[in-house]
């Protein structure tokens, strides 16, 4: 049997084969785009390997980029229309001793403090430094 596509497979997430109502359907969405993306990137990864997921700088929403785009529960991720700088791997190799931070703040609720500016930037640094990218200091201003 064939794997449906993973725009189909968000979809049949997102609407739980129509029998959400809209009130319903926006629940799902707000949960999985503010405050466990990680964890729906996490989900896209166990059905869809070979991707990765990536942290939209500056904004901290995961995403899961699999065969060149990116995919968050509406589908996919336009970094350009969200104010996307970079789109950091999750890897210790560009999020340095912040991996456990980051990762760690990602996999719980939008309620615990999670990375201050300071460690975003940190973060951003380690990643402009990994992939020889231009480092801008006053990109969160």
């Known amino acids: 049997m064939k794997k449906k596509s993973i725009l ?10 129509n029998q959400f109502n809209d009130d319903q359907q926006e629940i799902v969405r707000k949960l999985f785009r503010a405050g466990q993306c990680y964890n729906f990137a996490k989900i896209l990864e166990a059905n ?15 995403v899961y980029r699999y065969k060149g785009k990116c995919y968050d529960i509406e589908g996919i991720y336009h970094q350009k229309e969200h104010d996307c700088v970079a789109l950091i791997p999750l890897t210790h190799e560009y999020l340095g001793q912040f991996y456990d931070l980051i990762v760690g703040d990602l996999s719980h609720s939008a309620a615990t403090k999670g990375p201050t500016k300071s460690d975003l930037l940190t973060v951003y640094a380690y990643y402009c430094m990994a992939t020889n990218s231009k480092y801008d200091p006053h990109i969160l201003d």
Do not use: L, Q
């Not at 390997?49 to 929403?61: K, L, M, N, Q, R």
């Open 48 to 62: 869809y390997s070979g991707g990765e997921i990536c942290v939209a700088f500056p904004t901290s929403h995961c």
């Open 8 to 17: 189909k497979f968000i979809d049949t997430i997102y609407n739980n084969c």
